[in-house]
T-cell receptor
């Protein structure tokens, strides 16, 4: 299995809702990442997990809460989002170390209404 | 963090080589150069990476100058399916076991029939 699977592919949520994005990989990668991408912009790094521990938080607002329950799963819990949080949310994984490329999922397109 | 500079857009005729330049004049000695591409509405796709030697794989070739301040991605026989945004990235080590892949604006490559 050489893929990163993200679910759901599309999500519409209200500003008072709580929802979660899910990311799964079975490549044995021990580093996982969340990126946010607005239309016509490059992906922006949000969080980095290394060996299931949060390694980097790029000053993301607390309404985004990441979780890495095991080495294959990465979740992003969403609560009280704003319309400007609407974007494509991308998950990626890699082996740890500086000389390994990332494998990205196809993303979850989130719309906050 | 080392910054990369790329042309905003480029055109290439189908069947010809596409040469995409990237400037990374502030790169440090242990930082790798990575190339990814993103086809519309999909997750980024890893293409190739290198440290100081030229690299080739089934997708592309990467030429890095001797001073490592710039590189060129070469798609030897571009097809219409190579139309995408191409990102040149210098991967940075930060934190305990954490590595940041920060995307710049990228080059929008149009392959024309």
């Amino acid at each position: 299995d050489t893929e990163v699977t993200q679910t759901p592919k599309h999500l519409v949520m209200g500003m008072t809702n709580k929802k979660s994005l899910k990311c799964e990989q079975h490549m044995g990668h021990r580093a996982m990442y969340w990126y946010k991408q607005k239309a016509k912009k490059p992906p922006e790094l949000m969080f980095v997990y290394s060996y299931e521990k949060l390694s980097i938080n790029e000053s993301v607002p607390s309404r985004f809460s990441p979780e890495c329950p095991n080495s294959s799963l990465l979740n992003l819990h969403l609560h009280a989002l704003q319309p400007e949080d609407s974007a494509l949310y991308l998950c990626a994984s890699s082996q740890t170390g500086v000389s390994y490329g990332y494998t990205f999922g196809s993303g979850t397109r989130l719309t906050v209404v | 963090d080392a910054k990369t500079t790329q042309p905003t857009s480029m055109d290439c005729a189908e069947g010809r080589a596409a040469n995409l330049p990237c400037n990374h004049s502030t790169i440090s000695g242990n930082e790798y150069v990575y190339w990814y591409r993103q086809i519309h509405s999909q997750g980024p796709q890893y293409i190739i990476h290198g440290l100081k030697n030229n690299e080739t794989n089934e997708m592309a070739s990467l030429i890095i100058t001797e001073d490592r301040k710039s590189s060129t991605l070469i798609l030897p026989h571009a097809t219409l399916r190579d139309t995408a945004v191409y990102y040149c990235i210098v991967r940075v080590a930060r934190g305990t076991g954490g590595f940041k892949t920060i995307f710049g604006a990228g080059t929008r490559l149009f392959v024309k029939a």
